[in-house]
């Protein structure tokens, strides 16, 4: 059974740290894996993506120098460090996997799997 199971939201104060993880089971570990995040009323929107093959990885601008994807094979684990975190983060975020080569990370229909979602609010 594909599966994707995220964890490690809450919340914090402005500044404040967060680890989200994502455990993957089944044939849902990469090529290409990525979280997302969806605030109320406004489009998911891509936060950071890796190829879990080379480890090679992306960011959005709003979240670069801020965010950090990581993984751990031997857990077919994804993780995001969320640092310096601000109002405007709250949201729901979300992991993806599935993704094929070549395609646009950020694109939510790049990705055949997702997870239920994990919350993250951000206070001022």
């Known amino acids: 059974q594909v599966q994707l199971v995220e964890s490690g939201g809450g919340s914090v104060q402005t500044g404040g740290s967060l680890r989200l993880s994502c455990a993957a089971s089944?044939?849902?570990?990469?090529?290409?894996m990525g979280w997302f995040r969806q605030a109320p009323g406004k489009e998911r929107e891509g936060v950071a993506a890796?190829?879990?093959?080379?480890?090679?990885?992306y960011y959005a601008d709003t979240v670069k120098g801020r965010f950090t994807i990581s993984q751990d094979n031997s857990k077919n684990t994804l993780y995001l460090q969320l640092n310096s975190l601000k109002p405007e983060d709250t949201a729901m975020y979300y992991c993806?996997?599935?993704?094929?080569?070549?395609?646009?990370?950020?694109?939510?229909?790049?990705?055949?799997?997702w997870g239920q979602g994990t919350q993250v609010t951000v206070s001022s």
């Open positions: 993806a996997s599935g993704g094929a080569y070549g395609a646009n990370w950020a694109a939510p229909n790049t990705y055949k799997y």
């Open positions: 089944g044939y849902t570990y990469g090529p290409y």
């Open positions: 890796m190829y879990t093959g080379s480890g090679v990885s």
